[in-house]
């Protein structure tokens, strides 16, 4: 039979000497380890989230300012104050707090949905003018018509920006100068007589 011999650790809570037995001193050590691994961790993707930031702030601010205009103008007819602003502005704020975390996930999890969270944001804004001018704020009640028309709109928003990309580039394509004085020879057919 082994022998369990325990060993003194000073006390850090009651000043005086505790004994411990050996294992558990390895499993505090392996304890140790996985917290000061995990708060490793917890750093670098700290770093890693504030580096995406500081790539995205540019973006982000123009997504500020558009989601806060649209709900400016989407609540512009409510005459009401509420916490000491009034209730267009302070509908503005929840917009741009919601709709610029809901981008920085976005863009930070799906890098690649970062041109339709743009877009979203610009029909966002022409959704709000456009129900603030015809002043049919039934239509602005409903969430699921809302969120069609936004949507909607901005896959017909980045459909158009690819097929002014296209055309740009057949343009460029005929007008150039390579185009008008083709130097490959060309077979020409001479008509039998």
């Known amino acids: 039979m082994k022998r369990r011999t325990k060993v003194t650790m000073q006390s850090w809570s009651f000043g005086g000497k505790v004994s411990f037995p050996p294992r558990f001193r390895q499993i505090n ?22 580096e995406h930031l500081n790539r995205e702030k540019r973006r982000l601010y123009s997504i500020a300012f558009l989601a806060f205009s649209a709900g400016c103008v989407l609540y512009s007819h409510v005459d009401a104050t509420r916490l000491g602003l009034p209730l267009p502005v302070l509908a503005g704020f929840i917009y741009m707090g919601l709709i610029v975390c809901a981008s920085a996930i976005t863009s930070y999890f799906l890098p690649k949905l970062t041109r339709v969270t743009d877009a979203v944001a610009v029909t966002r804004l022409g959704f709000a003018l456009w129900i603030a001018s015809t002043q049919n704020y039934e239509l602005a009640a409903s969430p699921m018509i809302g969120a069609t028309i936004v949507v909607g709109g901005a896959a017909i928003l980045l459909q158009v920006r690819s097929w002014v990309q296209v055309a740009h580039q057949n343009v460029l394509e005929t007008m150039s100068p390579a185009f008008a004085f083709d130097a ?3 077979r020409i057919k001479v008509p039998v007589t």
Request: no cysteine.
């Open 184 to 186: 490959s020879p060309q």
């Open 29 to 50: 050590h392996k304890f140790r380890l996985q917290k000061g691994l995990v708060s490793w961790l917890r750093g670098f993707a700290v770093k890693r989230i504030v």
